[in-house]
């Protein structure tokens, strides 16, 4: 069941594919204004760089600590930047999932009308919603120097080095599992909201996190699995993009194109992964998924043409 639901999301998606557009344009648009302060700084510093010369490749370390250590104001810079970026960000991206939500969970077909009426008119639901959630993040944070404490209680505050290591390994599993079960939970609080009309957020963010804990074995194995097909694109990706490492014109270019597509990819991947909840979500509720319906309905005409055919010929 949780692989025809994330089939039938990628399908959706793919039918859909002016929202992934919108989606891909948004981010590029935000990346552009968060990353114009950092240009500025770093093109003027190559100028005066011999360093420069060497970033068509990998990452240079060194070329970071002379960023800095010639620009004492720019770490600064950065994190207020950062902040800044990824606030506007969120919630941009927290907007424009009401119109995919809403899309994808009502016609089926983007439609501007509904889109944009529905992402301005759940906007201010999911806003508070995030803010529902955070008793749940600050669980979650938690839970983490609880383990720490149970291995220190057991192996003592000076363990072996073997058990430090596996620890540290499993407290960020358990950091991954509980970030995947916090946006699952914010997922299905904003598919409770829109199916039913919900306003009261601490209702919706109950309902998403009955939803999943519920289901957890289906929840979590659709949103697992459009994490590893991340992986396994980004592991594609990497490889690649590290081949471009020639400082000129054509090479930076192509690299620019390839990084697109990876954005590309993870639009669609995201997009897809809110309509396989929806159809998880409406099947497990008992109701007829759409694109089902959408199948019964074309047959029907068909059937009924043959019957009347028979009738004609007797």
């Known amino acids: 069941m949780v692989f025809a639901n994330l089939i039938a ?24 204004i968060v990353m114009l302060p950092f240009y500025a700084t770093v093109s003027d510093f190559i100028d005066r760089s011999l360093m420069g010369k060497r970033l068509g490749g990998a990452f240079d370390i060194n070329f970071l600590f002379e960023l800095l250590r010639n620009n004492p104001g720019f770490g600064k810079t950065t994190l207020i930047m950062a902040f800044s970026g ?9 907007f424009l999932s009401g119109g995919a939500f809403a899309t994808f969970a009502g016609s089926g077909r983007y439609s501007p009308h509904e889109f944009w009426g529905a992402a301005a008119a759940y906007f201010g639901r999911f806003t508070r919603l995030v803010m529902w959630s955070v008793p749940l993040v600050i669980a979650f944070f938690l839970v983490q120097f609880l383990v720490k404490e149970l291995q220190d209680l057991i192996f003592g505050s000076d363990a072996y080095e073997y058990i430090t290591y596996w620890g540290n390994w499993f407290r960020l ?20 909201t829109i199916l ?20 957890f074995r289906r929840a979590f194995t659709l949103g697992f699995t459009v994490f590893l097909i991340g992986v396994i694109g980004l592991m594609i990706y990497n490889p690649v993009a590290n ?38 979500y409406k099947g497990l509720n008992g109701e007829v998924l759409p694109l089902i319906a959408e199948k019964e309905i074309e047959a029907e005409p068909v059937k009924e043409s043959k019957e009347s055919e028979e009738g004609l010929s007797a």
């Open 196 to 215: 039913t009309g919900e306003t009261v957020m601490r209702n919706a963010i109950w309902q998403g996190a009955r939803f999943t804990f519920k289901n």
């Open 173 to 192: 599993a358990l950091r991954g599992i509980f970030l995947m079960i916090f946006f699952l939970i914010i997922d299905f609080g904003r598919i409770y």
């Open 86 to 94: 990824f606030m506007v960000y969120s919630l941009a991206n927290l």
């Open 243 to 280: 081949f471009f490492n020639a400082p000129n014109g054509l090479i930076v270019a192509l690299l620019f194109i390839w990084q697109q597509l990876f954005i590309m990819f993870r639009m669609m991947l995201r997009l897809s992964l809110y309509s396989g909840e929806i159809y998880l």
């Open 9 to 32: 999301g990628f399908a959706q998606m793919w039918a859909n594919k002016r929202v992934v557009l919108i989606y891909y344009f948004t981010n590029l648009f935000l990346g552009i």
